[in-house]
């Protein structure tokens, strides 16, 4: 990272850099992944190796420091700004924790205290440097997991931002599949554990690790959920004609999961402070709702972004990418929730397929969606936090009142859709809010003064209160003077009102003039002038008159602000009772604004998405007439050649897929995997047609990635994976399959390879797609009728191969290793003697006998004479071997033989003759 900020050293005497070292020193020892901060009022500093760690990663161009004498610490001086940027790398991009440190005002020199923590599971206290104007983009969640009887799990989960508390017990298995998937629906950024070295629970860190989750230990007492009903009194969210009973809730009945939930609670220091009282809701965490997605199929379907593919376009990224067209930040949350949790409900998916269908039929109605009314939506739900805490400032109450003038507008323009789900699932709900949202902008327009905000001043009515008016009518005889100025500064500098010179005022500054940059010429001219400062936007400046009655004006609007204060207190009081319809106004909002983006990206691609006839779970159908990849056809420059499926239950309900590298394999089944995916969370999908049966899970295993940094070799996550897709496969399920036992021996892997095919094609019977290079899997195709066999395929010369990217019936009929090899470059006698052991193989037991054959007539000979050596050893065993003597039985065999040969077949020829 570039960094222009200058570098400084410490400004401490040696007897008080001992004294620092000292402390340091004493401070309990830390996990690498934990960066200890200083705070010292205008700059912070890091040590030891913080500081080595932070020249490492951003600061390169600051050199390390040193203090005391010994043993000596070494430190790095970070200004503000380069506080606020590491910070944020460590929280949203490492995934690591922050401890911040400050010195009290009153106490020894060296007397820190750690003041403020943060983790990837717990932004809270950062949200102001992490994101802008308090929109918080992404969700921090951390979930709580125990183990009790035999493999049962309890688990809770705690959402910051959303605010919600969710609890579950079920059993799982050694292999912790289930709790896989919740992983892979949940996302949470940390997990507590218990800190028993028990060998279910290194397993269960190891699971956890796996799958990118920062594990922390916490002490088995935290998992008790002694004196926890206590905390939730406080946390939970409860009406005010609600009496404060936690046990209310049925949810409580789970006492293991309550366990966990005090163990997240307290790690996260939830009770320290009363910002998060009367925030959370607590439900039930019920993933047999959603369709089951293991973190493979996250991966491999390419769900989210990913960091190593920082050279794709956004759009091109990731499916959460590519539909991302969401104009507020409740709606980008909603939508990876949307896409991590596809919903199995026929009735929810239909309705959300009919409202984005109706959307892109009306172009005109969904721009004014997204231009009049959706982008002038902020973050509701952090405004609601403010509002229950009664943290809440004039400005932000002024924020709901702007967002609340938009919602009459907005249902009235989706009652012009004209559409019963339309009507139903949105403009209703929403209309159910206008009553009290109308009583909260009524308070507004009487208590704030809406004339001052365009100049951003906050201030309540001056005939609210008669000192209110009276220094009122004091600032409107300064600004009548101010008006005087203003005009004999124009005069002054030969300007046109309000054109040349401009009259301004802000918080920071108060009155002050401006001019254009092309103007400032002028202004040196005249020694009566000031200047402030220089912006883009042009030369800030005043003079003494100007000043001295500014001077005074600001005297007074401080003395307003003081006189309201607590007038704003009641009014904030009051706006608190309106949190909650606000809260759930921003759901409503959100989920306008993801099925908008829905409509916008299907009406946009460069091919319009369809609407998919859907069926219900279990009809044994899976249609896909021309289905395309939707990240890969956003590409510049990328054609793409569409295929199709079809699956029906008892014909066609396992595809083996073979052909070349790089021919399409993968994008084939990525792009049916991503279209019932899309289906589910009620998008329209890339294909001509579509009709698709639901599905329970879309599992996946694809590729062959090492994982050693989590301890697994290639073959043995890809066992680990394995596993958990055979044993969560059900005969509703779609199972995608990518090149499956390529990590060990070539018939170690062949062998896992088939009886994975055998199980899901005989057993389970769910929808898969099965790539491979294990060409003898094909065979299966022979013995299980819905098994059905498809290639790609590609055309070649000497030294290029060009694939074609279309899906054919049958069995690819060659390789094209050596083809891939020359392309790569590989050195010229490699792939000759390549080559030539090649045509040794396939010239052995026969082959060379027809050796000058092109492939597809050397298969059509094998296949004949294969046909006529079955017929000669069905004829040889007819013989009577009892009633004939040797000699008997010789010629007979060689008659046959003979009869065979007349056949001229050139294999059996070659085989007759070995």
Same mark, same amino acid.
């Not at 709580?144 to 809770?156: E, P, Q, R, T, Y």
């Not at 049916?672 to 001509?688: E, N, R, T, Y």
């Given at each position: 990272?570039?960094?222009?900020?200058?570098?400084?050293?410490?400004?401490?005497?040696?007897?008080?850099?001992?004294?620092?070292?000292?402390?340091?020193?004493?401070?309990?020892?830390?996990?690498a992944?934990?960066?200890?901060?200083?705070?010292?009022?205008?700059y912070?500093?890091v040590?030891?190796?913080?500081?080595?760690?932070?020249?490492?990663?951003?600061?390169?161009?600051?050199?390390?420091?040193?203090?005391?004498?010994?043993?000596?610490?070494?430190? #790095?001086?970070?200004?503000?700004?380069?506080?606020?940027?590491f910070?944020?790398?460590?929280l949203?991009?490492k995934?690591?924790?922050?401890?911040?440190?400050?010195?009290?005002?009153?106490?020894?020199?060296?007397?820190?205290?750690?003041?403020?923590?943060?983790?990837?599971?717990?932004?809270s206290?950062?949200?102001?440097?992490?994101?802008? @104007?308090?929109?918080?983009?992404?969700?921090?969640?951390?979930?709580?997991?125990?183990?009790?009887?035999?493999?049962?799990?309890?688990?809770?989960?705690?959402?910051?931002?959303?605010?919600?508390?969710?609890?579950?017990?079920?059993?799982?298995?050694?292999?912790?599949?289930?709790?896989?998937?919740?992983?892979?629906?949940?996302?949470?950024?940390?997990?507590?554990?218990?800190?028993?070295?028990?060998?279910?629970?290194?397993?269960?860190?190891?699971?956890?690790?796996?799958?990118?989750?920062?594990?922390?230990?916490?002490?088995?007492?935290?998992?008790?959920?002694?004196?926890?009903?206590?905390?939730?009194n406080?946390?939970?969210?409860?009406?005010?004609k609600?009496?404060?009973?936690?046990?209310?809730?049925?949810?409580?009945?789970?006492?293991?999961?309550?366990?966990?939930?005090?163990?997240?609670?307290?790690?996260?220091?939830?009770?320290?402070?009363?910002?998060?009282?009367?925030?959370?809701?607590?439900?039930?965490?019920?993933?047999?709702?959603?369709?089951?997605?293991?973190?493979?199929?996250?991966?491999?379907?390419?769900?989210?972004?990913?960091?190593?593919?920082?050279?794709?376009?956004?759009?091109?990224?990731?499916?959460?990418?590519?539909?991302?067209?969401?104009?507020?930040?409740?709606?980008?949350?909603?939508?990876?929730?949307?896409?991590?949790?596809?919903?199995?409900?026929?009735?929810?998916?239909?309705?959300?397929?009919?409202?984005?269908?109706a959307?892109?039929?009306?172009?005109?109605?969904?721009?004014?969606?997204r231009?009049?009314?959706?982008?002038?939506?902020?973050?509701?739900?952090?405004?609601?936090?403010?509002?229950?805490?009664?943290?809440?400032? #004039?400005?932000?109450?002024?924020?709901?009142y702007?967002?609340?003038?938009?919602?009459?507008?907005?249902?009235?323009?989706?009652?012009?859709?004209?559409?019963?789900?339309?009507?139903?699932?949105?403009?209703?709900?929403?209309?159910?809010?206008?009553?009290d949202?109308?009583?909260?902008?009524?308070?507004?327009?009487?208590?704030?003064?809406?004339?001052?905000?365009?100049? %951003?001043?906050?201030?309540?009515?001056?005939?609210?209160?008669?000192?209110?008016?009276?220094?009122?009518?004091?600032?409107?005889?300064?600004?009548?003077?101010?008006?005087?100025?203003?005009?004999?500064?124009?005069?002054?500098?030969?300007?046109?009102?309000?054109?040349?010179?401009?009259?301004?005022?802000?918080?920071?500054?108060?009155?002050?003039?401006?001019?254009? #940059?092309?103007?400032?010429?002028?202004?040196?001219?005249?020694?009566?002038?000031?200047?402030?400062?220089?912006?883009?936007?042009?030369?800030?400046?005043?003079?003494?008159?100007?000043?001295?009655?500014?001077?005074?004006?600001?005297?007074?609007?401080?003395?307003?602000?003081?006189?309201?204060?607590?007038?704003?207190?009641?009014?904030?009081?009051?706006?608190?009772?309106?949190?909650?319809?606000?809260?759930?106004?921003?759901?409503?909002?959100?989920?306008?604004?993801?099925?908008?983006?829905?409509?916008?990206?299907?009406?946009?691609?460069?091919?319009?998405?369809?609407?998919?006839?859907?069926?219900k779970?279990?009809?044994?159908?899976?249609?896909?007439?021309?289905?395309?990849?939707?990240?890969?056809?956003?590409?510049?420059?990328?054609?793409?050649?569409?295929?199709?499926?079809?699956?029906?239950?008892?014909?066609?309900?396992?595809?083996?897929?073979?052909?070349?590298?790089?021919?399409?394999?993968?994008?084939y089944?990525?792009?049916? %995997?991503?279209?019932?995916?899309?289906?589910?969370?009620?998008?329209?999908?890339?294909?001509?047609?579509?009709?698709?049966?639901?599905?329970?899970?879309?599992?996946?295993?694809? %590729?062959?990635?090492?994982?050693?940094?989590?301890?697994?070799?290639?073959?043995?996550?890809?066992?680990?994976?394995?596993t958990?897709?055979?044993?969560?496969?059900?005969? @509703?399920?779609?199972?995608?399959?990518?090149?499956?036992?390529?990590?060990?021996?070539?018939?170690?892997?062949?062998?896992?390879?088939?009886?994975?095919?055998?199980?899901?094609?005989?057993?389970?019977?769910?929808?898969?797609?099965?790539?491979?290079?294990?060409?003898?899997?094909?065979?299966?195709?022979?013995?299980?009728?819905?098994?059905?066999?498809?290639?790609?395929?590609?055309?070649?010369t000497?030294?290029?191969?060009?694939p074609?990217?279309?899906?054919?019936?049958?069995?690819?009929?060659?390789?094209?290793?050596?083809?891939?090899?020359?392309?790569?470059?590989?050195?010229?006698?490699?792939?000759?003697?390549?080559?030539?052991?090649?045509?040794?193989?396939? @010239?052995?037991?026969?082959?060379?006998?027809?050796?000058d054959?092109?492939?597809?007539?050397?298969?059509?000979?094998?296949?004949?004479?294969d046909?006529?050596?079955?017929?000669?050893?069905?004829?040889?065993?007819?013989?009577?071997?009892s009633?004939?003597?040797?000699?008997?039985?010789?010629?007979?065999?060689?008659?046959?033989?003979?009869?065979?040969?007349?056949?001229?077949?050139?294999?059996?020829?070659?085989?007759?003759?070995?």
């Amino acid at each position: 990272m570039t960094n222009l900020e200058p570098v400084h050293a410490l400004n401490l005497d040696l007897p008080q850099q001992q004294s620092f070292v000292r402390f340091y020193e004493s401070l309990p020892k830390k996990p690498a992944s934990t960066v200890r901060f200083f705070s010292r009022t205008d700059y912070y500093t890091v040590h030891g190796e913080d500081a080595v760690f932070a020249t490492q990663e951003l600061f390169s161009t600051h050199p390390i420091k040193y203090m005391g004498e010994t043993p000596k610490l070494s430190y #790095l001086v970070l200004s503000i700004n380069n506080f606020e940027k590491f910070i944020r790398e460590l929280l949203l991009v490492k995934q690591y924790r922050v401890e911040i440190y400050v010195k009290p005002k009153e106490g020894k020199n060296n007397d820190w205290v750690l003041k403020y923590k943060g983790s990837p599971g717990n932004l809270s206290q950062f949200e102001d440097i992490l994101f802008e @104007n308090n929109q918080i983009a992404v969700n921090s969640c951390v979930i709580g997991v125990k183990i009790f009887k035999n493999k049962m799990l309890a688990v809770s989960c705690v959402n910051i931002t959303e605010g919600q508390f969710q609890v579950c017990e079920f059993n799982d298995n050694e292999f912790f599949t289930e709790l896989e998937a919740l992983l892979a629906q949940v996302s949470p950024k940390e997990a507590i554990i218990p800190s028993a070295d028990t060998g279910d629970l290194k397993n269960l860190q190891k699971v956890l690790e796996r799958n990118g989750v920062l594990v922390v230990k916490a002490k088995k007492n935290d998992f008790n959920d002694d004196d926890f009903v206590q905390d939730l009194n406080r946390l939970l969210y409860f009406d005010e004609k609600q009496q404060r009973n936690a046990l209310a809730f049925s949810e409580t009945s789970l006492k293991e999961a309550m366990g966990s939930l005090q163990a997240v609670v307290r790690y996260l220091n939830l009770i320290a402070d009363e910002q998060n009282y009367n925030q959370f809701r607590l439900s039930m965490l019920d993933l047999r709702r959603y369709v089951r997605l293991d973190n493979a199929a996250v991966y491999g379907l390419n769900l989210l972004p990913q960091m190593e593919q920082r050279g794709f376009s956004k759009k091109t990224n990731s499916i959460l990418g590519m539909l991302d067209s969401c104009l507020t930040v409740q709606g980008r949350r909603l939508l990876e929730q949307w896409v991590r949790q596809p919903p199995r409900d026929m009735n929810i998916i239909t309705e959300r397929l009919e409202i984005v269908h109706a959307l892109v039929e009306n172009s005109e109605f969904r721009e004014v969606l997204r231009a009049n009314h959706l982008s002038q939506i902020p973050d509701l739900l952090i405004l609601s936090k403010k509002m229950v805490n009664k943290k809440t400032t #004039l400005r932000d109450l002024y924020r709901v009142y702007q967002a609340a003038n938009h919602v009459p507008g907005l249902v009235n323009s989706l009652r012009k859709c004209e559409n019963k789900y339309v009507n139903a699932v949105l403009a209703d709900p929403i209309a159910e809010f206008l009553v009290d949202m109308e009583k909260f902008q009524s308070m507004i327009e009487q208590t704030i003064d809406l004339d001052l905000v365009d100049r %951003g001043e906050y201030f309540l009515k001056p005939t609210f209160d008669e000192k209110l008016g009276e220094i009122h009518d004091k600032k409107q005889r300064l600004e009548e003077k101010i008006q005087k100025v203003f005009r004999r500064a124009c005069d002054e500098l030969n300007m046109e009102k309000g054109k040349g010179v401009k009259l301004e005022c802000n918080d920071q500054h108060g009155y002050h003039f401006r001019v254009t #940059l092309k103007e400032e010429s002028s202004l040196r001219k005249q020694k009566s002038f000031q200047i402030i400062d220089s912006l883009n936007k042009g030369v800030r400046f005043t003079n003494e008159k100007l000043s001295e009655i500014n001077e005074r004006y600001m005297e007074l609007n401080k003395e307003y602000e003081d006189v309201q204060k607590n007038l704003v207190k009641e009014i904030i009081d009051v706006a608190a009772g309106y949190a909650d319809t606000l809260r759930n106004l921003n759901h409503y909002m959100a989920k306008v604004d993801v099925l908008v983006s829905f409509a916008t990206v299907a009406a946009t691609a460069p091919i319009p998405f369809v609407k998919p006839k859907l069926l219900k779970e279990g009809s044994g159908v899976l249609r896909l007439k021309k289905v395309r990849h939707p990240c890969l056809e956003l590409q510049d420059g990328v054609t793409f050649i569409p295929n199709d499926t079809h699956f029906k239950d008892g014909q066609k309900n396992f595809y083996i897929i073979t052909g070349p590298n790089m021919g399409g394999k993968s994008t084939y089944i990525k792009s049916v %995997g991503v279209c019932v995916l899309l289906a589910h969370i009620g998008s329209l999908v890339p294909c001509a047609e579509a009709e698709i049966s639901l599905v329970d899970c879309i599992l996946m295993r694809v %590729g062959s990635d090492d994982s050693q940094l989590k301890g697994l070799s290639t073959f043995m996550l890809e066992m680990v994976e394995t596993t958990g897709l055979v044993r969560s496969a059900t005969s @509703n399920s779609l199972v995608i399959i990518d090149e499956l036992g390529r990590g060990t021996s070539t018939y170690d892997g062949f062998g896992i390879a088939w009886a994975i095919a055998e199980h899901l094609a005989k057993e389970v019977r769910c929808f898969s797609l099965y790539a491979t290079h294990f060409h003898e899997i094909t065979h299966l195709a022979e013995m299980i009728p819905a098994v059905h066999n498809v290639h790609v395929t590609a055309v070649t010369t000497e030294t290029t191969i060009t694939p074609l990217y279309q899906v054919r019936e049958g069995v690819c009929d060659r390789s094209y290793g050596i083809h891939c090899a020359k392309m790569a470059d590989f050195p010229r006698d490699v792939v000759e003697d390549a080559a030539k052991y090649l045509e040794e193989l396939e @010239n052995s037991n026969g082959m060379k006998y027809i050796r000058d054959y092109e492939f597809s007539l050397k298969k059509k000979e094998i296949q004949e004479g294969d046909e006529l050596i079955n017929e000669f050893l069905s004829k040889c065993r007819q013989l009577n071997v009892s009633e004939l003597s040797d000699e008997e039985l010789i010629a007979s065999v060689q008659k046959l033989k003979e009869e065979i040969l007349k056949k001229n077949n050139m294999f059996v020829k070659g085989l007759m003759n070995l």
